[in-house]
T-cell receptor, first 114, second 109 residues
Framework: NAGVTQTPKFQVLKTGQSMTLQCAQD?????MSWYRQDPGMGLRLIHYSVGAGITDQGEVPNGYNVSRSTTEDFPLRLLSAAPSQTSVYFC?????????????FGPGTRLLVL | DQQVKQNSPSLSVQEGRISILNCDYTNSMFDYFLWYKKYPAEGPTFLIS?????DKNEDGRFTVFLNKSAKHLSLHIVPSQPGDSAVYFCAARDDKIIFGKGTRLHILP
């Protein structure tokens, strides 16, 4: 199993450009999430999905779109990049046992918006 | 408003001693709590968790304590080892997982 994979590893964008951060998992997990990590801010939840076709907003959803057409993939779209979106982005997939959720993270995508 | 708080940005502990990392939360709907460890340039990895129906969970050198009335949990690492130097995130779950800001742990030789 590859686990959770994220592409690209690193990306530089100009303000106003759009791009999609890819996330895929091969563990057949129902739950997937996107977080951003900024210095001194920890991990903040952007969007999450509890299954194919279902998405919801997290703590900091503005400026980002997501979709979940398959169980395996959960892409994160930046429609018009802003310098404030410079961050490290982590995708996670997880499964539930009752109320206990076990979460697996990808290696991250480092994004720089100029 | 921050729902999961880790008020110590960093902590230094001598190798072999006990490391205690603290976490407070505000949302009484949280019923599952987790600790993650993160090395630079890697994704976080799950360390240990505790359900709200318990007050202690132990896994080897790692023990998590939960005090629901105080809305406080702590992670104890004993004995601390050099490989424990990392950033530790506390997280809590209601219908999604929310993280604290993290505490950077330095294990001193």
């Amino acid at each position: 199993n590859a686990g959770v994979t994220q592409t690209p590893k690193f990306q530089v964008l100009k303000t106003g450009q759009s791009m999609t951060l890819q996330c895929a998992q091969d563990m057949n997990h129902e739950y997937m999430s996107w977080y951003r990590q900024d210095p001194g801010m920890g991990l903040r939840l952007i969007h999450y999905s509890v299954g194919a076709g279902i998405t919801d907003q997290g703590e900091v959803p503005n400026g980002y779109n997501v979709s979940r057409s398959t169980t395996e993939d959960f892409p994160l779209r930046l429609l018009s990049a802003a310098p404030s979106q410079t961050s490290v982005y982590f995708c996670a997939s997880s499964y539930l046992q009752g109320r206990q959720e076990t979460q697996y993270f990808g290696p991250g995508t480092r994004l720089l918006v100029l | 408003d921050q729902q999961v708080k880790q008020n110590s940005p960093s902590l230094s502990v001598q190798e072999g001693r006990i490391s205690i990392l603290n976490c407070d939360y505000t949302n009484s709907m949280f019923d599952y709590f987790l600790w993650y460890k993160k090395y630079p340039a890697e994704g976080p990895t799950f360390l240990i968790s505790i359900s709200s129906i318990k007050d202690k969970n132990e896994d080897g050198r790692f023990t998590v304590f939960l005090n629901k009335s105080a809305k406080h949990l702590s992670l104890h690492i004993v004995p601390s080892q050099p490989g424990d130097s990392a950033v530790y995130f506390c997280a809590a779950r209601d219908d999604k997982i929310i993280f604290g800001k993290g505490t950077r742990l330095h294990i001193l030789p």
